[in-house]
T-cell receptor, first 113, second 113 residues
Framework: NSKVIQTPRYLVKGQGQKAKMRCIPE?????VFWYQQNKNNEFKFLIN????????QIDMTEKRFSAECPSNSPCSLEIQSSEAGDSALYLC???????????FGPGTRLTVL | QQKVQQSPESLIVPEGGMASLNCTSS?????YFWWYRQHSGKSPKMLM?????GEKEEGRFTVHLNKASLHTSLHIRDSQPSDSALYLC?????????????FGEGTQVTVIS
């Protein structure tokens, strides 16, 4: 069973509000991924980290999305100014350095009213 | 563009029957396929992975992979009501920088008694 912790489980925001969610990786998993699953079950890779360094990210041109994985603190994903289209399940997945399987946390379900 | 295609979109299977799901990637860099199962309201859980040509069996689940065509299939025999879920196929380029997963949109399996 996955030991990835995500908080909060549910998040409700008004349009324009900031939304922040956190992820604590499974112990021994230095690689962290964020995915967005919309109501049509479409997954979008957002960003991933190895320790504190960004490995790859989508073009967050609007700069509304930001993420970090500081040392000795939970990883976080933040949406600066939420839009209705951001309503989705945000999933954090982590893995070991030399093993490809990703383990998913329970997700944060964001609803933007 | 959608790089991982799954079919069918949905499947109804009688209890005790066989469910067959298909998945194809259009990305020639892919070298690993994953099958995840996601029950309603839950996060994806990895069922099986495959990277070599051929077949792999674990209990009631069998996966096939044809690397030349980048096609994989998942077969569930003796289907149970607890198998009712969204089945997601994902592909990764494990030699790539991030190893991110590219998901298909899933096959919704319903097992009826």
């Amino acid at each position: 069973n996955s030991k990835v912790i995500q908080t909060p489980r549910y998040l409700v925001k008004g349009q324009g509000q900031k939304a922040k969610m956190r992820c604590i990786p499974e112990k021994g998993h230095p690689v962290v991924f964020w995915y967005q699953q919309n109501k049509n079950n479409e997954f979008k890779f957002l960003i991933n980290f190895q320790n504190q360094e960004v490995l790859q990210q989508i073009d967050m041109t609007e700069k509304r999305f930001s993420a970090e994985c500081p040392s000795n603190s939970p990883c976080s994903l933040e949406i600066q100014s939420s839009e209705a289209g951001d309503s989705a399940l945000y999933l954090c997945a982590t893995r070991q350095l030399n093993y490809a399987e990703q383990f998913f946390g329970p997700g944060t379900r964001l609803t933007v009213l | 563009q959608q790089k991982v295609q799954q079919s069918p979109e949905s499947l109804i299977v009688p209890e005790g029957g066989m469910a067959s799901l298909n998945c194809t990637s259009s990305d020639r860099n892919v070298d690993y396929f994953w099958w995840y199962r996601q029950h309603s309201g839950k996060s994806p859980k990895m069922l099986m992975s495959i990277f070599s040509n051929g077949e792999k069996e674990e209990g009631r689940f069998t996966v096939h992979l044809n690397k030349a065509s980048l096609h994989t299939s998942l077969h569930i025999r003796d289907s149970q009501p607890s198998d009712s879920a969204l089945y997601l196929c994902a592909a990764s380029d494990t030699g790539g920088l991030s190893g991110k997963l590219t998901f298909g949109e899933g096959t919704q399996v319903t097992v009826i008694s």
